[in-house]
């Protein structure tokens, strides 16, 4: 084994050589533990020597000439742990180390000694074993499609020699696995998993995976368990329950752990994506619906069966967008098991039933997540889903137009508002606006914070309650009463008078008609 070798990634990857590069093809003998200031005089090369530093913490830059007196030994490197004693190496030892050429390593404060033995004794009894081109064997079951998890994590167990408890909601796996590679159901994982404890120590965590040693009692005798557990929803976790008389796991328990997860994590987004192709077809089945695709009933009912749809016989489409029109479909999902998203919008094919149940909650959700909801009419037979998909449409096109409160607008209740798109071509339409709406354009007065067109804007979008046009403005009470109040001045109306109201509302219409414009509510 070579010095060079401490820093593969299955051996110890956040180790980190600080200096004397040019000796990491030292071979690797033996590892020893700094101990006295003369250690040096037992060495007899090979070596690598580790320590915390201990020795030096009154006098690190005395650091520097033991190097020079265990480099004389030819040890194989020098690694000294971080942050227990030394938040890092003298300035002088590295140039030291450099000059001599030995190699100077950092180590992670989270290594324990017996670890880097472990892991460095049992690569040199297998290159003792295979010889020096040993290389790790790659573990290529886990590419066998007749492995499954269970099996995997049996191994695990079997490898590590620590019975685990293994829970991962989304692959229907809570159960528990013996050394031996017994696999028991969720009683003894979940007995594992939720004992009660009577310490627990949180550890260094280690990226999205948290770590916690908690001691408690097992079938009478005091255990310590060791919990991996990768934040997800749901989250992943896997007990580790430690030999008597052991408190932490060791390094290479830990790793082959963190893999497991790794593992459990792919498998969790193998599962995701077949769901999410079976989902997209669900969504073009819908969509194709929608679109009336479809001219074969047997195909359709075909169709719907392999995808366990269910085709309510009285139908009725939704379309939901944002009222700020915003490129993404809104966050609120609707409350119907047909929908599909579609550029901004949530498209849903409801039965009558369902819609007339959840009428109420939906008018009230329009309101609070500020949407608009365009709804077609009732249609019979899957053939006619596309005529009220059609009239939801168009709905949903006259609310972006004209830019309405937020609520629920059914197509046939918009016969009037359809009308109002040919008020800009009648005769009369011109004056309406010079008279209604214009002087509101060229009034202005730097005394305001928003210009008087915007204060009408937002009554008309308000229906005129003065309460709900501040907060849309974001102004006070009194002073968007104080703006009301200008505005019907330089109009000459009177806003009690419905009259006047509707005269304003339709010079607007005929105003966004002609000039293209829209507002923000």
């Known amino acids: 084994m070579k010095v060079a070798d ?9 180790f980190r050589l600080i200096a004397g590069a ?18 040096f005089r037992w060495m007899r090369g090979g070596e690598f020597l580790i320590g915390s530093g201990y020795i030096f913490k009154e006098d690190p830059d005395s650091m520097a000439e033991f190097l020079r007196l265990v480099a004389g030994r030819e040890i194989a490197a020098l690694g000294i742990k971080i942050d227990r004693y030394h938040s890092q190496i003298p300035e002088s030892c590295i140039k030291e180390s450099d000059k001599l050429g030995l190699p100077l390593i950092e180590i992670p404060l989270k290594y324990r000694w017996i670890d880097i033995n472990e892991i460095v004794y049992g690569w040199l009894l297998r290159e003792r074993e295979f010889g020096k081109n040993y290389s790790r064997p790659v573990l290529q079951d886990i590419f066998n499609e007749n492995w499954d998890n269970h099996m995997l994590l049996a191994h695990l167990a079997s490898s590590i020699r620590c019975p685990l408890a293994v829970r991962a909601p989304d692959l229907a796996i809570n159960n528990y696995y013996e050394i031996d590679g017994t696999v028991l159901d969720s009683t003894e994982a979940e007995e594992i998993l939720f ?28 255990r310590y368990v060791s919990i991996y557990a990768l934040k997800a929803q749901p989250p992943l976790e896997i007990a580790l329950v430690l030999p008597p008389g052991e408190q932490y796991p060791s390094i290479k328990q830990e790793r082959m752990t963190i893999r497991a997860l790794g593992i459990l994590r792919g498998s969790n987004f193998e599962a995701k994506l077949l769901n999410n192709a079976l989902a997209a077809q669900r969504d073009q089945f819908l969509q194709n619906l929608c679109l009336g695709t479809y001219n074969n009933e047997e195909m359709v009912t075909q169709r719907a069966k392999e995808l366990n749809i269910n085709i309510p016989e009285e139908t009725i489409v939704l379309l939901t967008c944002s009222t700020k029109d915003t490129y993404a479909p809104p966050l609120w999902r609707p409350p119907f ?15 009558s039933a369902d819609y007339k149940s959840h009428y109420t909650d939906l008018l009230k959700t329009a309101k609070d997540e500020k949407l608009w909801i365009a709804v077609g009419s009732t249609v019979k037979n899957w053939e006619n889903i596309k005529i009220s998909y059609d009239e939801a449409k168009r709905a949903l096109d006259w609310l972006r137009k004209f830019r309405p409160t937020p609520g629920i607008y059914r197509y046939g209740e918009l016969a009037m508002h359809t009308l109002l798109n040919k008020l800009a071509t009648l005769p009369e339409a011109k004056g309406l606006w010079k008279r209604y709406w214009a002087p509101v354009l060229y009034e202005n007065s730097t005394r305001r914070a928003v210009p008087l067109g915007e204060v009408a804007k937002a009554l008309i979008s308000s229906d005129f309650n003065i309460k709900e046009c501040a907060k849309s403005l974001h102004l006070h009470y009194n002073t968007v009463r104080n703006y009301v109040r200008e505005l019907e001045g330089v109009l000459q109306i009177d806003l009690n008078n419905r009259l006047h109201r509707l005269a304003i509302t339709l010079s607007y219409y005929v105003h966004i008609l002609r000039d293209n414009t829209s507002w923000d509510i």
Request: hydrophobic share 35%.
């Open 22 to 39: 040019e000796g990491v093809s030292r071979e690797i003998t033996s590892v020893s533990v700094i101990d006295s200031p003369d250690v």
């Open 195 to 222: 004992l009660p404890a009577l310490s627990e120590k949180e550890m260094p965590s280690c990226g999205a995976i948290t770590i916690h040693v908690r001691e408690t009692l097992l079938h009478g005798e005091k």
């Open 6 to 14: 401490l820093f593969k990634k299955t051996v110890f990857p956040d």
């Open 337 to 351: 098991s047909l929908s599909y998203k579609h550029a901004n919008q949530w498209i849903s094919i409801a039965s």
